[in-house]
C-alpha cells in the first residue's frame, strides 16, 4: 500500500464549478501535511498547509481529518488556470531525522471552458 | 534572491554513459534533498545531504547512483552507467537548517532535470 494515495483522475470540469480531490496517508505518526500544486514539467510549489482546524485561501480550502487518515482540497469557482496536477503530501518526523517529504501520485485537474 | 538552481535543466544520454546534474541551493541553505519523478508518478524522496555529509539515503538506490554536497560548490546527483529507467525528473530542494528534527524545515523546489536516457 502506498504511504500516500490519491485518485489520479483527470477531474474535467467546466469554469465555474467546485471541485474537491481526497487524500489517505498510512502513517499515523504523520505531523504535517500539505497541498502542492504541479504544473506540466514544472516544479512542485506549495499551494498551502493543511490544519485539523481547516483553513482557507481565497478559492481553496483544506481540511485534515487525523482519525481518519484524510486530506481533502476544495476549489471552488474553478478557473482554466487552476489545470494542473495537485498533490498531496506528508511529513512525519518520526524517525526521520532527514526531513523528508512523502509524496501523493497527484490528481490532475483541467478546466475547461 | 536567486532560488534554488539546477543545471543542466535537460540532459541526454546514451545507454551506459554517466549523468551528473547539479544542484545550488537556496541563498543561506544548508539542506539538500533529492527527489525523482518517473513519468505519471509523484515525486519520490532519494537522498538528504548536509554540507560533506550524507544524513539519510535510504531512497536512493544502492547501485549506480551517488550523490554528494562538497564545502564549496553545488551538490551533484551522480547516475553512473545510465539506463531507460533512469529517464525521470530529477528535482532537488533545499531548507535552511537550525530546527530540531521534530520541527518541519520548508523546502524549496528547483526546476528540475530532466534525464533521457537513449
Known amino acids: 500500500r502506498k504511504e500516500v494515495e490519491q485518485d489520479p483522475g483527470p477531474f474535467n470540469v467546466p469554469e465555474g464549478a467546485t471541485v474537491a480531490f481526497n487524500c489517505t496517508y498510512s502513517n499515523s505518526a504523520s505531523q504535517s501535511f500539505f497541498w502542492y500544486r504541479q504544473d506540466c514539467r514544472k516544479e512542485p510549489k506549495l499551494l498551502m498547509s493543511?490544519?485539523?482546524s481547516g483553513n482557507e485561501d481565497g478559492r481553496f480550502t483544506a481540511q485534515l481529518n487525523r482519525a481518519s487518515q484524510y486530506i481533502s482540497l476544495l476549489i471552488r469557482d474553478s478557473k482554466l488556470s487552476d489545470s494542473a496536477t495537485y498533490l498531496c503530501?506528508?511529513?512525519?518526523?518520526?524517525?526521520?531525522?532527514?526531513?523528508?517529504?512523502?509524496f501523493g501520485g497527484g490528481t490532475r485537474l483541467m478546466v475547461k471552458p | 534572491n536567486a532560488g534554488v538552481m539546477q543545471n543542466p535543466r535537460h540532459l541526454v544520454r546514451r545507454r551506459g554513459q554517466e549523468a551528473r546534474l547539479r544542484c545550488s541551493p537556496m541563498k543561506g541553505h544548508s539542506h539538500v534533498y533529492w527527489y525523482r519523478q518517473l513519468p505519471e508518478e509523484g515525486l519520490k524522496f532519494m537522498v538528504y545531504l548536509q554540507k560533506e555529509n550524507i544524513i539519510d539515503e535510504s531512497g536512493m538506490p544502492k547501485e549506480r547512483f551517488s550523490a554528494e554536497f562538497p564545502k564549496e560548490g553545488p551538490s551533484i546527483l551522480r547516475i553512473q552507467q545510465v539506463v531507460r529507467g533512469d529517464s525521470a525528473a530529477y528535482f532537488c530542494?533545499?531548507?535552511?537548517?537550525?530546527?530540531?528534527?521534530?520541527?518541519?524545515?520548508?523546502?524549496?523546489f528547483g526546476p528540475g532535470t530532466r534525464l533521457t536516457v537513449l
Open positions: 503530501v506528508v511529513w512525519n518526523p518520526v524517525n526521520n531525522a532527514g526531513n523528508m517529504l512523502t
Open positions: 530542494a533545499s531548507s535552511p537548517g537550525g530546527l530540531d528534527y521534530l520541527t518541519y524545515n520548508e523546502q524549496f
Open positions: 493543511v490544519y485539523s
